[in-house]
């Protein structure tokens, strides 16, 4: 059974950093994309960022490089790493995969979802 569980989200302010972790189980890490994507309050889900099973990142949004995907095939868990936060970037962020060797800036081509961190930025 294919699960996905983030973790590492908080309160944070203007210019901190924070690393979210998607851990999976179910399947490996290095066989399938995990993309991250963030829905802020009234908003759509948006494409943040994903890596590809060649360890290869794409960035959906204009997060300037700040955002910095890992992955630890031994934990068989994947990071987000969050610099330079601004409150804009507040948002639950999920993490996602799918049963393909490649990227998708698509929410709907992707059918599995771990439940969400939420992301404040404030002072």
């Known amino acids: 059974q294919v699960q996905l569980v983030e973790s590492g989200g908080g309160l944070v302010q203007p210019g901190g950093s924070l690393r979210l972790s998607c851990a999976a189980s179910?399947?490996?890490?290095?066989?399938?994309?995990i993309g991250w994507f963030r829905q802020a309050p009234g908003k759509e889900r948006e494409a943040v960022s994903c890596i590809s099973t060649s360890d290869g990142s794409t960035e959906y949004r204009d997060v300037e490089g700040r955002f910095i995907l890992s992955r630890d095939d031994a934990k068989n868990t994947v990071y987000l790493q969050m610099h330079s936060l601004k409150p804009e970037d507040t948002a639950v962020y999920y993490c996602a995969t799918r049963r393909s060797a490649w990227c998708s800036n698509r929410p709907y081509e992707y059918p599995y979802w771990g439940q969400g961190t939420q992301v404040t930025v404030s002072s």
């Open positions: 179910g399947f490996s890490v290095e066989d399938f994309p």
